[in-house]
C-alpha cells in the first residue's frame, strides 16, 4: 500500500491570499494536523497484515542411530538390519492473513499413540508459539519404521534391551519433530498456495480381492470393492511462484515390505523421487483412508519403489495441470469426540484371557490388567481426535484419527459435495476405525485388530455415524479459531 503525502508547495504560507498572525496560525494548524495524519498513514501501513500466506517448509531425519525392534508386523523375531531409506519429520508451518497460524508434520512412522502425541504437540506449542490444537501429525504408516511409545504394544515381544531403546527414542523422535517445526517457522515468507488432484491405481481393497487374485483380476477389469484413487496435492511456492515444498496423499496401506530393514516404504519412495525431480523442495506425504487398502503385488524393494514413482507421477501430472489458487485465510478446528466399546471386559474376565495360548490375546488381557490396577476402572469411551484445516474458502482438509477404512473418504465427498482432502492416521493412531459396512462384516479392521493396540473390545455399532456427523457438522458450521 503506498500512503499518499501531501505537496509541500499546497500549504506554501508565501501563497496566501491574506497574510498575517490568523493566516500563519492556521497554517501551523493544518501542518501539525497534516504531520498526525502522516505519522498515523504510515503505522497504519505498517500494521497492515500481509497479503498472502506466510510458508516455511523443513525436515529433519528420525531414522534411529542404532539398531531397534521394528513396528507393523507382530511376527518379526528380531530387531533391524539396516536402512534402506532414511526416515523424516517434515513441518509446514503456515501464517494466514487472518492470523492463524498451524503446523503440518509428516512422520514416516507406523504411528503414535495419545500420550506421544500430546508430548510432541505440547513440546512443539512451548517452542513455536503455535497452539497444539493448530499441530497435526501425520503418519505414513509405514511397517518398516521403529516401534514408538505405546503404539500397537500388545503386538511385540521383546526384551528389556529393546524395551529401553523404545523408551529412549521417544524424547529423541520429539527433540527432532521440535528441531524440523522450529526450522520450518524461522523460515517463513511470502508464498502461494494451490491445489489439484491427480490419480493412481495400485491400491487394491483387500477384503474383497484375495492376493493371489489380483494381477489376474486387474488384468480382467474385475476388482472388487471401493477404492480411492485421488492423489491430493498441495503446491506451496514462492513470492515468484518457484515451488518450495509439495504436499500429496493417498488412500492405501504403506505396506509393501515386511522385511527388516528401515524404509518409508513406496511413500518413501514417492518424495524421494519428488525430490530428485524438482531440486531444493521438500516433499510430504499424507496417507488417506486406505486402512482396507493394500499396494498389490508387494513385498519387494522394486515394487515398493515403481509404486513409489508412480505415485511421483500422478502428483507431478497434479501440478502440470490446472490448479486451483487457495487465498491466504485459514481457520482450524480440532475436537475429540467420545466413540463407545461395544463392551468391557471385567477384571476376572481379563484374568483367564491373560491364560490363553493366544499370545496375543494374553498379551492384551496384561496390558489391560495394568491398566485397571493403575486407574482402578477400564473406560468405556475413547477421546478420538478429528481436526479440519479449512484453507481459503475451497479446501477443507479433514485429518482423522486411526486406520480409518476407504468408505470414509468416499462418503464425505459425496456428502458435502466440494472438493475435500480427507487423511488419517492423524493426531493418534489407537484402533482401525471401521465404515458402518466393515463393522458388520467384521474380521480383521472390523473387531479382531482391536487386540494388538491393546483396546477392550471392538467399537459399539454405529462409530461411522458419531465420526461422519461430527466432521460434516464442523466443516459446515465452523467458527474461526483463536489466534
Not at 477384503?207 to 494381477?215: F, G, I, S, T
Not at 518450495?244 to 518409508?264: E, M, P, R, W
Amino acid at each position: 500500500m503506498q500512503t499518499h503525502r501531501p505537496k509541500a508547495s499546497t500549504f506554501n504560507p508565501q501563497l496566501s491570499p491574506c497574510p498575517g498572525p490568523l493566516t500563519s496560525n492556521i497554517v501551523s494548524g493544518l501542518r501539525v494536523v497534516l504531520f498526525h495524519l502522516l505519522i498515523v498513514s504510515l503505522g497504519v501501513s505498517a500494521e497492515l497484515k500481509p497479503e498472502s500466506w506466510q510458508a516455511g517448509i523443513a525436515k529433519a531425519r528420525i531414522t534411529p542411530q542404532e539398531s531397534m525392534w521394528l513396528s507393523g508386523y507382530g511376527s518379526r523375531d528380531k530387531p533391524s538390519e539396516g536402512v534402506r531409506t532414511e526416515l523424516w519429520a517434515k513441518a509446514l508451518a503456515l501464517a494466514s492473513t487472518n492470523g492463524v497460524r498451524g503446523i503440518v508434520v509428516t512422520l514416516d512412522l507406523v504411528g503414535v499413540d495419545r500420550s506421544l502425541s500430546q508430548s510432541i504437540r505440547t513440546a512443539l506449542e512451548k517452542a513455536t508459539a503455535v497452539p497444539a490444537q493448530h499441530i497435526s501429525l501425520l503418519c505414513s504408516h509405514t511397517h518398516t519404521g521403529p516401534v514408538t511409545g505405546r503404539n500397537l504394544g500388545a503386538m511385540y515381544f521383546f526384551g528389556a534391551e529393546q524395551a529401553a531403546k523404545v523408551s529412549a527414542y521417544e524424547p529423541w523422535l520429539t527433540t527432532q519433530v521440535v528441531a524440523a517445526c522450529k526450522e520450518a517457522v524461522a523460515a517463513m515468507s511470502p508464498a502461494k498456495l494451490s491445489y489439484a488432484v491427480g490419480h493412481a491405481t495400485f491400491g487394491v481393497n483387500r477384503r474383497n480381492n484375495p492376493e493371489p487374485l489380483v494381477e489376474a483380476r486387474r488384468a480382467g477389469g474385475t476388482l472388487a470393492g471401493p477404492v480411492d484413487y485421488e492423489v491430493p496435492v498441495l503446491r506451496i511456492s514462492d513470492a515468484e511462484a518457484g515451488i518450495k515444498g509439495i504436499v500429496f496423499g493417498y488412500a492405501c496401506h504403506a505396506t509393501v515390505l515386511a522385511d527388516f530393514q528401515f524404509s518409508g516404504d513406496y511413500p518413501g519412495f514417492a518424495q524421494l523421487e519428488l525430490e530428485r525431480r524438482f531440486p531444493g523442495i521438500v516433499s510430504m506425504f499424507a496417507a488417506g483412508c486406505g486402512a482396507d487398502i493394500n499396494p498389490l503385488p508387494r513385498r519387494t524393494p522394486e515394487l515398493a519403489r515403481r509404486y513409489g514413482a508412480l505415485l511421483a507421477d500422478a502428483t507431478e501430472a497434479a501440478l502440470q495441470g490446472v490448479l486451483t489458487p487457495i487465498p491466504p485465510s485459514l481457520r482450524i478446528d480440532a475436537r475429540t469426540i467420545d466413540l463407545p466399546f461395544e463392551s468391557v471386559p471385567t477384571r476376572g474376565e481379563l484374568e483367564e484371557r491373560s491364560r490363553s495360548t493366544d499370545k496375543y490375546q494374553a498379551a492384551n488381557a496384561r496390558w489391560l490388567l495394568a491398566q485397571l490396577a493403575e486407574q482402578k476402572t477400564l473406560p468405556r469411551t475413547y477421546p478420538y481426535p478429528i481436526s479440519v484445516w479449512h484453507l481459503g474458502d475451497s479446501l477443507p482438509w479433514i485429518c482423522l484419527g486411526g486406520e480409518v477404512t476407504v468408505e470414509y473418504s468416499l462418503k464425505l465427498k459425496a456428502a458435502l459435495g466440494r472438493p475435500l482432502w480427507v487423511s488419517s492416521y492423524a493426531h493418534d493412531v489407537m484402533a482401525y476405525i471401521p465404515s458402518q459396512k466393515v463393522w458388520d462384516e467384521g474380521g480383521y479392521e472390523g473387531a479382531a485388530a482391536m487386540v494388538y493396540y491393546g483396546l477392550p473390545s471392538r467399537w459399539a455399532r454405529g462409530v461411522e455415524s458419531l465420526i461422519l456427523g461430527s466432521v460434516q457438522n464442523t466443516v459446515g458450521i465452523s467458527q474461526s479459531t483463536p489466534k
